[in-house]
């Protein structure tokens, strides 16, 4: 295979090989299945760069004592509609998993809550976890901290993360509206994808560490990406690094290392708010009312150029409901580094079968 050739997988199987890896690793049984279903569930909406491209390095990660193999999670404060979680450098999916079970409860309860989580490490994508929220009935949010790697608008020195915010609401289809964006042009696990793959990316996505307009992956990540929008991505980012840095007591800016070249444990933050339907008015009324958003959203003229207009998320769920059907694709790097990974670890490969594409 070169290096743009694909395969494709069945995504039961391969989460039932990133599951093996895990507890081959040495990881809990229920951390190992939380941390592969995320992944899992990234591929098949399509961010490939936030799925099973990452498990060889975080267990590189685990190895080097960067995270905690079995994570603690301690409730560092509490109250009627809020919490602040102490992950000890555990897995960023666990933590999360608690938070989102707390701020559902908590909203449940008393109409809305906000979690915080401190000393955790990469959670995946926001998405899973506000679909998760809108999955109970609420409006979910959530957004997490990162290594700087991002110049402000108007600087020439990265001292922001790509920080995402997404937000869900329920949905009268089943499957949830979700909005989950990087605050920077391009999400940085996509760079790091197009170099494990051998792909070259877009100009406009990142400059070099002397301030050039780059398309070398291997260059955008020795350089800065850079913000969305310009002055609205950058100020949005900081704000967000306010939220689940500064406010969490977890790392923040300058701060956090970069996860692929210091050799410290990261401490991101995390936050995820929950707002319950039912406290603004009957959840059958939003539906309704959601659905009339929907449709005028996608029934709307599109403009000369484009075939349709969408509601946020609609490109992933279709990417999932095709990938479950009809399989998932990954690349040549990725696939044969995860089979290396399995090996690693004493863990059989024949669960995953392929076609080449």
């Known amino acids: 295979m070169d290096a743009r050739e694909r395969v494709k997988v069945d995504w039961r199987r391969l989460q039932a090989l990133a599951r093996a890896i895990f507890l081959g690793a040495g990881l809990p049984h229920p951390e190992a299945e939380i941390i592969a279903d995320s992944l899992v569930a990234a591929n098949l909406a ?3 760069s936030h799925g099973v491209s990452r498990i060889s390095d975080y267990l590189e990660r685990m190895e080097r004592g960067l995270i905690t193999r079995a994570t603690k999670i301690d409730v560092v404060r509490e109250s009627a509609t809020t919490a602040l979680l102490d ?3 555990g897995w960023g999916q666990v933590a999360s998993q608690r938070a989102v079970e707390i701020v559902v409860g908590k909203a449940r309860d008393f109409g809305s809550a906000w979690v915080g989580v401190r000393n955790s490490n990469h959670y995946g994508t926001a998405a899973y976890w506000t679909s998760r929220m809108a ?3 609420m409006v979910g949010i959530s957004s997490t901290n990162a290594s700087p790697v991002m110049a402000p608008f108007g600087s020439r020195r990265a001292s922001l993360g790509t920080n995402p915010i997404s937000i869900a609401v329920p949905s009268g289809s089943g499957a949830p509206v979700v909005l989950d964006m990087a605050t920077s042009i391009q999400a940085r696990g996509k760079i790091i994808l197009a170099d494990k793959n051998g792909e070259s990316i877009p100009e406009g996505w990142a400059i070099t560490k002397d ?4 398309t070398d992956p291997r260059e955008a990540l020795e350089g800065s990406m850079l913000p969305a929008a ?13 939220l689940t840095g500064v406010l969490t007591g ?5 701060g956090v290392p970069r996860m692929y070249e210091d050799p410290e444990p990261q401490q991101l933050g995390h936050i ?3 707002i319950n339907v039912e406290a603004m008015m009957p959840l059958d009324e939003f539906l309704a009312r959601i659905s009339e958003k929907e449709r005028e959203t996608r029934e709307s003229p599109p403009a000369d150029g484009f075939d349709r207009v969408l509601m946020p ?3 992933e769920l279709e990417k999932e409901d095709a990938h479950r059907s009809s399989g998932l694709p990954l690349g040549k790097e990725v696939y044969e580094e995860l089979l290396s990974t399995a090996r690693r670890y004493g863990v059989s490969t024949k669960v995953l079968s392929s076609v080449r594409l």
């Open 46 to 48: 399509g961010v490939h």
């Open 87 to 89: 992950a000890n450098n």
């Open 135 to 137: 999955s109970e009935g």
């Open 211 to 214: 301030g050039r307009p780059t």
């Open 230 to 242: 310009g002055p609205k991505g950058s100020g949005l980012a900081i704000m967000l690094d306010v």
């Open 250 to 254: 977890a790392r923040f800016g300058l």
């Open 272 to 274: 995820f708010a929950a």
């Open 313 to 315: 998320g609609d490109v």
